[in-house]
């Protein structure tokens, strides 16, 4: 009789088992802490390889073939095998702090409460849950990953979480679009642009073999996390559109069906009557247009605006006046986005607590973080621009563009500090909120420089030492947050070298400083020769908050 291939368990379920050693359970057995029929069932065949049931499996660490060096020892709180999950106390708490910290910031993939207990229950595809620890693990506390910098964690889950992709049983359906996504920035916030990219090509592939938004299914709750999936991939484009200048790939509708607001979708339930969430009584309601991503998808459109017109101001493609009345038309759009904001999204105190007590004060962030980003990218061209037309008229206009643009910067800044002050709402979520903070802080270096108000230079100096604080909280979790501030380092040389507004003009350098987040930046004026810098701004250390002040004084 042929042995068996696989334990009851596995073979009951349809899941490949797998045993690390000799004598031990099956890794979902484990994991499930099911008693395994395969424990003690093995016999040892020739150079230290054992068969078990008629499987072959790894020989215990220290029992190779002479033959063949021993591979290197893996460190504790890297996968076993190819597709081991770390325990299940572990992966539940990541999963959990998967939800916290970058589901509804990041990404829109999943509905919580039925992830989680489908997860809990051994239904969700091993690369989700890959996926999501190699995204959290770098911010875990368990002592499962002592030992192990914060940025070393990802690596390991994140390969073996894509293998795990690339081997599914299905290829196009709903979890793998997720999984591509999460996937894709996994790879992202891990310096992996290659795979980045390979693997949200694959979702846009996915989402239009999909159908989606448009083939739904009946399922409430399977029909929103869709078009949160869809809208998800949509955004991404954008973003990655702006930044590698390539064009987008999807196109939207005005008859797409938008997010459902975040505490109804959170709040949906399995039990729920059929009918409790028909199109109809959603549209009643105005549950689609109430939300804080449904606002969020115009100013994802105005982004993608934004980035563009730098890059054709950087390439000299306008003239002025194009230049101008451009400005005017997004100005248009940002200010026609903040009116059109219902009273319940509007930035206020009363606002932001209502979302912080009902669990949604980083996704409210999200949003305003998001509105003042592209706000400041816009108006940044008129920092280097004299207020005066030739001929010494005044121009007003630029001048109220300029001191929007300081307003947004010091916003962005004061926002994210106040934010990320609180225990709990800590802007963790990605790795580009190190990005807008830096771009913030060339502005306010700015201030510095060429104010003459002093409030305005002292509230400068506050910022940009509050910045840096938070640019090196994010540096422990994210190594993309590291060339955020190699680019600080080199804005900070260009101003040491050339203490003029000329520094502060778009060309394509500042284009690759504002739009290029993922990508280095030479020296501004590398064919100047640069003073001796202190010991703090050696290339292996973070610039020092003193620098900033010092740099005000030397250039005052």
Not at 150 to 178: C, G, T, V, Y
């Amino acid at each position: 009789m042929r042995p068996a291939s696989s334990c009851t368990q596995c073979r009951s379920r349809k899941k490949r088992c797998i045993v690390a050693e000799l004598g031990r359970s099956c890794s979902l057995c484990i994991r499930k802490k099911w008693k395994c029929d395969l424990v003690n069932n093995a016999t040892v065949s020739v150079s230290g390889i054992t068969s078990q049931g008629g499987r072959c499996v790894l020989p215990p660490r220290g029992q190779g073939s002479q033959l063949a060096p021993s591979p290197p020892e893996i460190p504790a709180a890297s996968p076993q095998s190819e597709t081991n999950l770390p325990p299940s106390s572990v992966c539940n708490e990541l999963v959990d702090l998967y939800f916290d910290l970058i589901d509804e910031k990041q990404l829109i993939l999943f509905h919580r409460n039925t992830f989680v207990s489908a997860q809990r229950a051994g239904q969700v595809p091993d690369f989700l849950v890959l996926g999501m620890v190699a995204m959290v693990a770098r911010f875990s506390r368990n002592p499962y990953f002592d030992d192990i910098h914060p940025w070393d964690r990802a690596k390991p889950w994140l390969k073996i979480a894509i293998r795990a992709f690339h081997d599914r049983s299905e290829l196009i359906n709903l979890a793998s679009l997720q999984g591509s996504i999460l996937l894709s920035f996994a790879a992202f916030a891990d310096g992996d642009l290659e795979q980045e990219a390979l693997l949200a090509a694959q979702a846009m592939c996915m989402v239009r073999m999909l159908r989606l938004p448009v083939n739904l299914s009946s399922d409430p709750i399977q029909r929103e996390v869709e078009i949160r999936a869809f809208w998800n991939i949509w955004m991404i484009g954008n973003w990655d559109s702006g930044r590698t200048q390539i064009p987008r790939q999807m196109m939207v509708s005005s008859e797409y069906k938008q997010p459902l607001e975040e505490e109804v979708f959170r709040n949906m339930d399995p039990s729920d009557p059929p009918d409790q969430y028909s199109e109809e009584n959603v549209e009643a309601l105005g549950l689609r247009r109430s939300g804080l991503w449904s606002s969020m998808l115009a100013m994802s459109e105005i982004h993608l605006q934004v980035m563009r017109f730098n890059d054709e101001i950087g390439q000299n493609s306008l003239s002025p006046a194009e230049t101008r009345q451009r400005v005017r038309e997004i100005a248009g759009l940002l200010d026609g986005w903040l009116c059109g904001l219902p009273s319940h999204l509007r930035d206020s105190p009363e606002n932001r607590h209502r979302f912080a007590s009902r669990g949604l004060g980083r996704v409210f962030t999200v949003q305003w973080l998001v509105y003042h980003h592209q706000s400041q990218l816009l108006y940044y061209q008129f920092l280097n621009r004299d207020a005066e037309f030739p001929g010494g008229r005044s121009d007003p206009e630029a001048s109220m563009y300029a001191d929007r643009c300081r307003k947004h910067a010091a916003a962005l800044s004061q926002v994210m500090w106040d934010t990320n002050s609180v225990p709990g709402m800590e802007c963790l979520w990605s790795p580009v909120n190190g990005h807008l903070l830096v771009v913030s802080s060339s502005i306010l270096l700015y201030t510095l420089l060429f104010d003459t108000n002093e409030e305005g230079i002292a509230t400068a100096r506050t910022l940009l030492e509050q910045n840096f604080i938070m640019l090196l909280q994010f540096r422990k979790y994210w190594p993309l947050v590291e060339l955020s501030m190699t680019r600080l380092r080199a804005f900070h040389r260009a101003c040491q070298l050339n203490s003029t507004q000329e520094t502060f003009g778009i060309d394509h350098w500042m284009i690759d400083f504002l739009n290029r987040y993922d990508a280095q930046i030479s020296d501004r004026y590398s064919d100047i020769l640069p003073p001796p810098l202190d010991a703090e701004t050696a290339d292996n250390n973070p610039p020092s908050v003193d620098l900033w002040l010092q740099l005000s004084e030397v250039h005052r």
